[in-house]
């Protein structure tokens, strides 16, 4: 991982995407959206960013291509690619709704989008051609797990050698039916995300991108790039198929992802030095979720740090795994776990360590990023220090 953006609450910069980790505050707010007419409007939403009326591949960027052109420009830019020009470099990035905000706008007088715009991979395409990416395209849309798998898929991409370079990650946007969806479930908190509280009463969507950029270590070597985040070690992919929206409360499929990633890397669990885990703050996921770390981890549940990241940044969707794969790299490669906003109330029922107070030094040699999604889609990944 040689390159990192970010578009978020936080931030639109690393450094202020990592100060606001260290801080440990964030709260979300009513989206200001006129025709939200629902009784929970809380969003960890974006200001300063419009949507642009320009000209892209297929129509003009919505919200979601918008946050992830930003991010991913300045991952490129991180990388050591600005203004190379086209470059033989893949895309493979996750969403949930792509550009649906250009339909929901409709309403309020904005043009009608065309036909092409209603699907999840225009932000794949809209990355590619506005940086003149020439290298395999493709997207995921597994809804919350989808920028876990479209990083997996980015790293196969490489090892199978279909790219030296992968921009890779996830974007998702405000989108007021998958509010109002969430709404008529009864699975949004009134107050904010509260993962592995017990006073948890649902999640609440944030908004942004995450945006990485994979690469060859003998690509990076050649060109003299020395700088590398992390590593991607492993993933392991389960479906569990269980129920269209509630995880299976065995948690057998998820257990299967950890292994198999922690396999794939030829890792021991007792090697793993930080979890960010997929805690929604939806009551059963973080009970199945805590149950799935005990079993994996054994004993070291009680003392491997867990970091609550969606309790910041809200439950950003197919941006989730991205934002959580990015937040390990920075964990990684600065050797601290930031500090978990403190829980109003432990939850029993999920017995982990979640460090709060002050940022945790820490070498951290592998970290595990965990990803889950309705229909059962499952996901983990390993990364590890270069």
């Not at 970010?6 to 979300?28: N, Q």
């Not at 991952?75 to 996750?94: L, Y």
């Not at 339909?103 to 794949?124: L, Q, W």
């Not at 920075?330 to 050797?335: M, T």
């Amino acid at each position: 991982m040689t390159g990192v953006g970010v578009v978020s609450c936080l931030g639109g910069t690393v450094d202020s995407y990592w100060s606001g980790l260290l801080g440990a505050d964030s709260t979300p707010a009513p989206v200001a959206d006129p025709l939200a007419n629902m009784d929970n409007r809380l969003l960890y939403g974006i200001d300063g960013f419009p949507e642009p009326m320009t000209p892209s591949v297929a129509g003009r960027p919505g919200r979601t291509s918008t946050f992830a052109l930003a991010a991913a420009r300045a991952a490129m830019s991180d990388a050591g690619f600005e203004g190379a020009g086209p470059i033989e470099a893949g895309v493979s990035v996750g969403t949930g709704v792509g550009d649906v905000s250009l339909f929901e706008s409709v309403p309020a007088g904005a043009a009608v989008p065309t036909g092409v715009d209603a699907f999840p991979f225009k932000v794949s395409s809209v990355l590619a051609a506005e940086l003149g990416l020439t290298g395999p395209v493709t997207s995921v849309s597994t809804a919350c797990s989808a920028s876990g798998y479209s990083v997996s898929l980015a790293a196969d991409m490489i090892r199978d050698g279909e790219a030296d370079v992968v921009l890779t990650g996830g974007a998702d946007g405000y989108t007021r039916v998958g509010v109002a969806c969430f709404n008529r479930m009864g699975a949004l908190d009134p107050v904010r995300c509260r993962p592995f509280d017990a006073s948890r009463q649902g999640t609440v969507f944030g908004e942004g991108a995450a945006i990485l950029v994979l690469e060859s270590e003998a690509h990076a070597r050649r060109r003299g790039h020395t700088r590398a985040y992390a590593t991607v070690e492993g993933a392991g992919w389960s479906c569990d198929a269980h129920h269209p929206t509630a995880p299976d409360g065995r948690a057998v499929q998820i257990v299967r992802a950890m292994r198999d990633a922690l396999d794939e890397a030829g890792i021991d669990p007792d090697e793993i030095g930080c979890v960010i885990p997929h805690g929604t703050g939806t009551p059963l996921n973080d009970v199945v979720e805590s149950r799935a770390l005990e079993t994996v981890l054994g004993p070291a549940r009680q003392t491997v740090p867990i970091y609550s990241l969606k309790a910041l940044l809200g439950h950003t969707g197919g941006a989730a795994a991205g934002f959580a794969l990015l937040t390990a790299a920075l964990i990684v490669e600065r050797g601290v776990v930031p500090p978990n906003i403190p829980l109003d109330r432990p939850d029993p029922d999920c017995a982990l360590s979640l460090p709060a107070g002050a940022p945790l030094p820490a070498r951290v040699e592998h970290a595990l990023v965990n990803a889950y999604a309705f229909g059962g889609n499952n996901i983990s990944v390993l990364l590890g220090r270069p």
